[in-house]
């Protein structure tokens, strides 16, 4: 079982920066991939960016290629998602989750534990 808390949300100016961080239980941690997605109001949960167990691989979104940059540490059981150059399109609801199977999974239905989300809100 894997308990993730998100963190690190608000409200941020267009070109601004927000961290998020998520800080999971368990011991294991270190052997999930991990992701987040976000959901705006009114549209599907979408990919935004996975790290593979190791660290070592990242897959990342084309809408935030070049702005946001994935990170964990597993010695402290979290992963973070540095996000600069933020739009107002990047308003949403951040979700951090954790897959126990896949390498670099896309699809909501590729993660077995989620967090509570994070709420991002962008100005213009």
């Known amino acids: 079982q894997v308990q993730l808390v998100e963190s690190g949300g608000g409200l941020v100016q267009a070109g601004g920066s927000l961290r998020l961080s998520c800080a999971a239980s368990?011991?294991?941690?270190?052997?999930?991939?991990m992701g987040w997605f976000r959901q705006a109001p009114g549209k599907e949960r979408e990919f935004v960016v996975t790290i593979n167990w190791s660290g070592g691989s990242t897959d990342y979104a084309d809408s935030v290629k070049g702005r946001f940059t994935i990170s964990r540490d597993d010695a402290k059981n979290t992963v973070s998602l540095q996000m600069n150059n933020l739009k107002p399109e990047d308003t949403a609801v951040y979700y951090c989750?954790?897959?126990?199977?896949?390498?670099?999974?896309?699809?909501?239905?590729?993660?077995?534990?989620w967090g509570q989300g994070t709420q991002v809100t962008v100005s213009s």
């Open positions: 989750a954790a897959s126990r199977l896949y390498q670099l999974p896309r699809s909501p239905s590729q993660y077995d534990y």
């Open positions: 368990g011991r294991i941690f270190s052997r999930y991939a």
